[in-house]
């Protein structure tokens, strides 16, 4: 069975930070593309960040550039995002997505809210 599992989301106040995790399942992980994407209250979900299959090449949202830092552990299963210098704007709920050729999987997302 495939399963995505974000988790590390929270409350955070302006300034703070936070680590999300996606444990991956029932694929072979290290063969897929990961990024995550966020979604907040009436608007659409929105690419964040892309790491290639061996970690070497990433990419960034221009909203989340020098803030936002996606890595992976393809031993461990397990994509990351670590998001930093929070503001008001980046409350969203945050989803990890996988995708290989014709496959792609969608994790139940994790909440972020960032409120004095």
């Known amino acids: 069975q495939v399963q995505l599992v974000e988790s590390g989301g929270g409350l955070v106040q302006p300034g703070g930070s936070l680590r999300l995790s996606c444990a991956a399942s029932?694929?072979?992980?290290?063969?897929?593309?990961m990024s995550w994407y966020r979604q907040a209250p009436g608007k659409e979900r929105e690419l964040v960040a892309t790491i290639s299959r061996d970690g070497e090449k990433k990419g960034y949202a221009d909203s989340v550039k020098g803030r936002f830092i996606i890595s992976r552990d393809n031993a461990k299963r397990t994509a990351y995002l670590q998001v930093s210098s929070l503001q008001p704007e980046d409350t969203a709920v945050y989803y990890c997505?996988?995708?290989?050729?014709?496959?792609?999987?969608w994790g139940q997302g994790t909440q972020v809210t960032v409120s004095s």
């Open positions: 997505h996988a995708v290989a050729l014709v496959n792609s999987y």
């Open positions: 029932g694929f072979s992980f290290s063969g897929y593309v």
